[in-house]
């Protein structure tokens, strides 16, 4: 699997390091408040993982699964929400967390639909950030890392349901996505 890479381009200590400094970050925003903390399914599990036991504030875990829909922002194929949340949400710190953000079609649909239950407040985190495919004007509240408009596999990311896995992140050999 790792020869099907061209180059690495975040290694493990490099995401270690880094998600060490979001946790920081998120507990001193929080202030001890209990997050619900969202995870968007599937490709953000690694990183939702490793973020919640580098936080000390008092979290509730979630999921929700949302549709694939390529980079169409056609709303026929606009990003679907296919599963609800078994939490209450009125009144709750909620985190969203996944593991890109690209077009921003996905935070922006989520945001949306978490916002029309009334929070407490909305806050967001992307494992990787890569904002020049931005579709509209959404930011993300703490962004792991901002690459370029690169295709990157690991910690999460997929092509093709495959490399997931591995524990770091990379582009793949152009020869893996000509066949
Ligand atoms: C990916 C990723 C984000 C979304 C980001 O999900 O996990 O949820 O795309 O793209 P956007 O900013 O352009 O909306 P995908 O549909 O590939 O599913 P996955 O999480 O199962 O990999």
Redesign the pocket.
């Given at each position: 699997m790792k020869n099907d890479l061209q180059k690495i381009l975040l290694n493990e200590n490099d995401i270690r390091k880094r998600i060490q400094e979001l946790g920081l970050e998120i507990d001193r925003h929080y202030e001890g408040r209990e997050i619900l903390l969202v995870t968007?399914?599937?490709?953000?599990i690694v990183f939702a993982a490793d973020l919640i036991r580098n936080l000390s504030s008092p979290l509730r875990l979630d999921c929700l699964r949302?549709?694939?829909?390529g980079?169409s922002t056609d709303p026929e194929t606009a990003?679907r929400i296919l599963s609800s949340l078994k939490s209450e949400v009125e009144g709750k710190d909620v985190l969203l967390v996944?593991?890109?953000?690209?077009?921003?079609?996905?935070?922006q649909r989520v945001s949306e639909e978490v916002l029309s239950k009334n929070p407490a407040s909305l806050k967001t985190c992307v494992f990787l950030d890569k904002p020049d495919?931005r579709q509209n004007h959404f930011r993300a509240t703490w962004s792991g890392f901002f690459i370029p408009d690169e295709f990157v596999v690991g910690y999460g990311?997929?092509y093709a349901g495959q490399y997931r896995q591995l524990p770091y992140v990379g582009t793949l050999k152009p020869s893996i996505y000509e066949k």
């Open positions: 968007l399914l599937d490709g953000a949302v549709s694939s829909y980079n990003p996944d593991d890109i953000l690209d077009t921003g079609n996905t935070m495919r990311l997929d």
